[in-house]
């Protein structure tokens, strides 16, 4: 297929797409044809001797100065060279080509008042696969300034820029919102992927399932809670969990009993994040606008994407909760006084060997690491007095995508080690597997093998990657859709098991 870039319905999907899948993108001609209606009224304005920002004057502390549209006709080029300032490593070639989609995708919604050849020539080489190199630090959220200017530049190279169009590819978020779009849609993976590892991980800890009744959701109703619960069962359908006599306790520990919540929590958090990300993507970003139906260009300030960092901040805030319930429920499965299965989940109590013992240790640094991200940075503010104190506002939302798209990786590896441990759990218990998570196990064994007494403990490093690819959740929904009985597990190292404790 190819993504027809319109201005206005640019969607999340269609920029994972094209950032990652290689799909092509090409302008809308009514897109074309709305940019050159309102690339005439910047002309016309700028023939009647109107000041607009960026085109007839400099920018930023500069802005006082007369920028003669028809002598420095070189001025919005020089803008480019000015802004390369970026610092830090290249930024993901995955993020650049979402840049690049989201840049072409505010040219053509036609209020920055450019020509379309400019969307063309961004969307020509995303399309050849021409992807510049951009440095992840140098932007404060007011507009992605300086890693645009490290996009733009090569990319219209020997294309003389009209007076404003240095302005129209330098002032807006596409960089940041790029960057959002891919985290947010990684976040969506984790999340699921993690309501299979934690329905994986009450079959293991043969934990109490009245904790997903559906009336909690009717009393209690969040669209995320309704949605976990539901999904939770489906995951779980067919399970021994069900069977009379199964739960261990009437109430579990936090981590196992409140799962449902906590999952909910992070849904509902993404969804606000997707609701914003629908607009952003396709809202006007810049500064000035043109107004189409008025024929004139009007300074505006739609560079403040405080709507977008704040989001940021709040998913990763909740994220930082999800990780760490994974990480205890590892802890809590590998320990014999809570899940009353031998120590480390050795096949066979009472040995000296450490088993799975010390992927508790892992998950909880990794957990950490998760936590520190979740810190806000949309009040963040570096100076004041930048511009001579007008620009005294920042969002830092490219640091705020930047660090979720962290966080998520990190809970990739997070989910994988929570897989392992209750892949482990459940075989020694023998227990029947749910439908999607009986679905799950297999895949699961596909990389981390069944630990028996003198194995070492496995490296987790291929399922996190199955997780991060969405792997785990289509194994899981394949085998719901897909009606799979799960008979007990019964690999032969499993009738080895001596519990120890209740």
């Known amino acids: 297929m190819t993504v027809i870039v319109t201005g ?64 420095d006709r070189g001025y919005a080029g020089s803008m480019l060279g000015h802004h390369r300032v970026g610092q830090g490593p290249a930024a993901p070639r995955d993020v650049v080509r979402a840049t690049m989609l989201r840049l072409a995708n505010h040219l053509a919604e036609s209020s920055p008042g450019d020509r379309p050849e400019l969307a063309e020539r961004i969307l020509a080489a995303l399309n050849a696969d021409d992807v510049p190199e951009v440095r992840s630090i140098g932007s404060v959220g007011s507009a992605d300034l300086v890693p645009l200017a490290e996009l733009a530049m090569p990319i219209v190279a020997g294309l003389d820029l009209e007076p404003g169009e240095g302005t129209a590819l330098l002032d807006n978020n596409a960089f940041a919102t790029g960057w959002a779009a891919l985290a947010v849609a990684d976040a969506a ?146 320990g014999a006084p809570w899940s009353g299965l031998p120590t480390g989940l050795v096949p066979i109590a009472g040995t000296n060997e450490a088993g799975l013992t010390y992927l508790s240790l892992a998950a909880q640094s990794l957990a950490v690491e998760a936590r520190l991200l979740a810190a806000p940075v949309s009040f963040e503010l570096v100076s004041t007095s930048h511009a001579e104190g007008i620009e005294d506002r920042t969002t830092m939302a490219p640091l705020a995508a930047r660090r979720l798209a962290e966080q998520v990786a990190l809970g990739g590896s997070i989910a994988a080690i929570e897989l392992a441990v209750a892949a482990q759990a459940a075989e020694l218990r023998g227990v029947r597997l749910g439908r999607g998570t009986g679905g799950a196990v297999a895949l699961v064994r596909a990389h981390v093998p069944f630990l028996r007494v003198g194995d070492f403990v496995p490296d987790v490093g291929g399922l996190a990657d199955a997780v991060r690819a969405g792997a785990i959740r289509a194994a899981a929904d394949a085998a719901i859709a897909n009606g799979i009985t799960n008979a007990p597990v019964s690999d032969g190292a499993t009738r080895e098991i001596d519990v120890d404790g209740a």
Do not use: C
């Open 189 to 334: 993976t984790l999340l699921d992927s993690l309501d299979v590892a934690g329905a994986l991980s009450l079959e293991g800890f043969a934990a109490n399932p009245s904790m997903l009744h559906p009336a909690i959701g009717e009393v209690r109703p969040y669209p995320g809670l309704r949605r976990t619960l539901a999904r939770l069962a489906a995951l779980l359908d067919g399970s021994g969990l069900w069977d009379a006599g199964a739960p261990r306790n009437l109430q579990d520990p936090l981590t196992f009993r409140n799962l449902p919540q906590i999952q909910a929590a992070g849904r509902d958090a993404l969804a606000h994040l997707e609701s914003i990300l629908a607009v952003e993507l396709n809202a006007s970003q810049g500064n000035p606008i043109v107004v189409a139906a008025d024929e004139r260009v009007v300074s505006v300030a739609n560079f403040e994407i405080l709507p977008l960092a704040g989001g940021l901040d709040y998913l990763r805030v909740v994220l930082a909760t999800v990780l760490t319930a994974s990480a205890e429920r590892t802890v809590k499965g590998l």
């Open 8 to 71: 206005r319905d640019l969607s999340l999907a269609e920029v994972v797409r094209v950032a990652r899948g290689g799909e092509p993108a090409t302008l809308e001609p009514a897109a074309a044809e709305r940019m050159r209606r309102t690339r005439a009224i910047v002309q016309a304005s700028l023939d009647r001797g109107e000041s607009i920002y960026g085109a007839s004057t400099a920018v930023g502390v500069l802005k006082r100065v007369r920028v003669d549209p028809a002598a």
